[in-house]
């Protein structure tokens, strides 16, 4: 069998540049104020006690809002594949103005249910078209309380697009510029995209290269840490002044309510994670002596350990996608033949070339009820967690596609359940297929690294966050504060085990600079610890899991985040009980690979 590493977005759209997208573009453009005006018609009043305006109105919603997401996802695939392409950018700019014009006239929509007495949106409620959408008409309902008025909601939405969206738009034109130049085994000059070069630094086996590569990494963002540091500072700032407009003066209170959960359950499981770090510090030690250091550097962190004879662990793609299948069916019969599916289909671009954009993600596709991963691939066992990862976010849209579309919005928390839990089987497997000790504490390791990454790396992330966000209230923030407030929440989420830090990571992460979210690091977590949970009943339920998995999964896109746990888990979230038992799961991998390796350490 051998795989293709290049995906299919032909069957979406053949290109571009094709007049079937062009078609399409023109078609929404004159359908959304269609739209407009007929909710601008609508009266609720009158539309008593059938409601059947209201039901054609969500019907078209339904319709048009998945089409406009799914060219938007196929002109952002296009993009990442290939980072200048032209036409794509101009074509996101376009799709960036059809979502502000679908805001512009849904917002209205939603502000009029906020107009309906409590007692008739009861009765609306117990009509056989709206009952099943309860939760998520309600949460519409409430969210429109807080709208100002139709033309202020109409210019915030327009000015968003240049002075919103815009700068991350100009965040991604500022990467695709970056290029590290390294000296190939040959001698000659070879330029690197910052996907390939942040690959090669944080997996090259040989620790010379890694620090090498770091200096010049770091050195890259901070010749242009100006650029950068405006670019945060501007999105941050519309963001800010919106929040407050709207009444909201705390900044993790959109997040929050993104994420569906409680302030609660966010201090909670914080709380469990920072009383329990003492087995990832003991890792962090454990790692640098087998690398015959003091203390490890950054770049050296989610470095692949080697002991004895063993040559680093790789996996062809087809190898890996071979283990995958494999894996995903001691679980799930379901999850196995759909990752199949996606191999055989080409869902997946995972080519290492230049000209890519960095990172990788999983785009859901509604209307066809396909998905696509993109990805960069070079063999590691830690990318074939990735892409296990990223599978688990497509078959968690699988799974959701055949609700309507009303729910199948589901949180960013739990989106991050589907795909944790994946990898989680996926990283677990390799463990257990290690034939000698010395393959079992590499693939140990690139587990541990995981759940480091969680638990140290994307607390870092959130102490961050939450500080500039502190500081950005009072005014701009410099580059070089943003520098000391990324050290500072490195070395306190890190425990000051490390040598160096990566104090223009703030720069260097695309996720800091998603104008549709903010705090893009907390839900990683929360899934990450959220999915061990499940992953451990997974372990005893055996064989009626896979329903009971599916069946959480379905719920996640009409539920609050503490009352699915409570109804599928059986668990409080509030508390930090539950999250100290997932926290232990690792606690006892990190012991394996302390006994494992303690013959291991150089004299
Ligand atoms: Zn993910």
Redesign the pocket.
Known sequence: MSYSMKWNLESIYPSVNSTELEEALSKWEKQIPELGQTIAAWDPEQDKPDYNKMKLIIDSLNKLQPEISEAGMFINGTLSADVNNGKAKTLLGRISVLYSELSTVTVPFYKKFALVSDEDWQSLLSLPEFKEFAFNLNEDREDAKKLLSEKEEALLSKLAVDGFQGWEQHYDTLVSKIEISVTDKEGQEQLLSAGQAENRMYNDPNPDVRASLFSKWEAVWENQADLFADTLNHLAGFRLTDYKAHGIYDFLEKPLKASRMRKETLDAMWQAISDNKAPFTSYLSRKAALLGKDKLGWQDVEAPVTVGNSEPKSYTFDEGAAFIIENFRNFSEKMADFAKMAFENRWIEAEDRPGKAPGGY?AELPVSKESRIFMTYSNSPGEVATLA??LG?AFHNHVIFDLPYLKQHFAMNV??TA?TFAELVVSDATVKSAISNEDKIALLDTKIQNSLAMFLNIHARFIFESNFYREREKGLVSAERLNELMEEAQKEAYQDSLASYHPSFWASKLHFYISGISFYNFP?TFGYLFSLGIYAQALESGSNFEDQYIALLQDTGSMNTEDLAKKHLNVDLTSTDFWVKGINIIKEDIQTFIELTESYIPE
Do not use: G, L
Request: one cysteine or more; hydrophobic letters at 10%; a negative charge.
């Open positions: 999983c990862h990223e976010h989106a991050e795909s990683y």
